[in-house]
């Protein structure tokens, strides 16, 4: 095939010399026999950090895009094509830890020694993956004084400084979710018609409950005390300033508003200009889960790997991995809201206009 650019070799395209000449081991320098496994450790290593690097390449190309004070339904669709190729991607990290555990424990051991002080707890890319997620420095488990960015390298912690300085795509979304236009929407005010929606549904299962002819009058009692427990909490889903006060204590972490925009795309979601952002919503759920997987089986094999020993980064290794999968979630209240969901036949009707203009994609002219 002929094209009018220059030709291209496929190793020079790919750089293939390079890419190949990167795998040298310290066994082989350091001990009488090289450890044949530690060609496996390395290069599982090097495309996990390939897979960081187009992870980060989709991302910055997603935060771009939410930057602008519009998001056009154009760009959402793209969005929400980038953060699948993240999902998919994310997939394969986790299966790739399946052929890291075919080097044994004691195989491991050949060359675990020669590795200290570096670990993965030096992996640039990943925390700066957990930045511009938006995971907050609060929020980080610390195994000792030192905080993560003091094991890095003067340069890496200057990207570290940059990412944390710019809004992280948690911040953009959150943004994103106060500027949606339909909370209240030419005389239809969803969060008034939702609470009422929420009231009635929360009646109709006390009635279904005092009802119960299975139940004696004292386990009705105790029953009757759980569901009251469980309706104040629902109920405080109403109360800004309760809100406020769980943001503040760190329980929650998005704002009043978003937390109204996001249950309304949830809600709603067959509506077809709600499509694409239930999409969207549902992928920043998705690669929050799938990171949490990773964590869960990243720290499973280190147990299995090095059993309760310290890692060579210095931490208690899987016990302080497993807490790391536990806390650090970035878009935990997303996942949350299914907490608030009515089925459908309890959901507030719409006016008919108001659904009239939901069937088609909103423009600037809607926003409010
Ligand atoms: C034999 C294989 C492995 C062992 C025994 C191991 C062990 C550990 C340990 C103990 C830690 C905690 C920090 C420390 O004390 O060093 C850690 C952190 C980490 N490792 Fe691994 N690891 C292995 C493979 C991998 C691979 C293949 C990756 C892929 C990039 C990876 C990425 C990470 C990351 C990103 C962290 C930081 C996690 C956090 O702080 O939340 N590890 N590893």
Known sequence: MKTKFPPV??????????LLDCQTTRSEKYLKEPAHDETLFIIIHQVYELWFKQILHELDSVMAVFKDAYVSENNMGVAVARLTRIIEIQKLLVQQVDVLETMTPLDFLEFRDLLVPAS?????????????????????QNFDKHAYYSRLSHEHQALMTQALAGP???????NWLERTPFLRFEGFDFWENYKVAVKRALDKDREILLTNPLLTDKEKAKELKEFSAAETGFLALFDETEHNDLIKQGVRRLSYQATQA?????????EPVLHIPFQFLTCLID????????RSRHALMVQRMIGTKVGTGGSSGHTYLRAT?????VFSDLTNLSTYLLPRSELPRLPEEFRKNLGFYYSRDHES
């Not at 070799?9 to 390079?18: E, I, T, V």
């Not at 999968?325 to 979630?329: E, T």
């Open 9 to 18: 070799y496929y190793a020079d395209y790919l750089q293939l010399d390079r």
């Open 120 to 140: 993965g707890f030096q992996s640039y890319q990943f925390r700066l993956l957990e930045n511009k997620l938006g995971l907050l420095p609060g929020q980080r």
């Open 168 to 174: 992280s795509l948690y911040q953009l979304v959150e």
């Open 262 to 270: 996001a249950l309304l795309i949830n809600l709603f979601r067959d």
């Open 287 to 294: 690669i929050d889960e799938l990171f949490t997987t990773w």
């Open 325 to 329: 999968a536990h806390g650090h979630k």
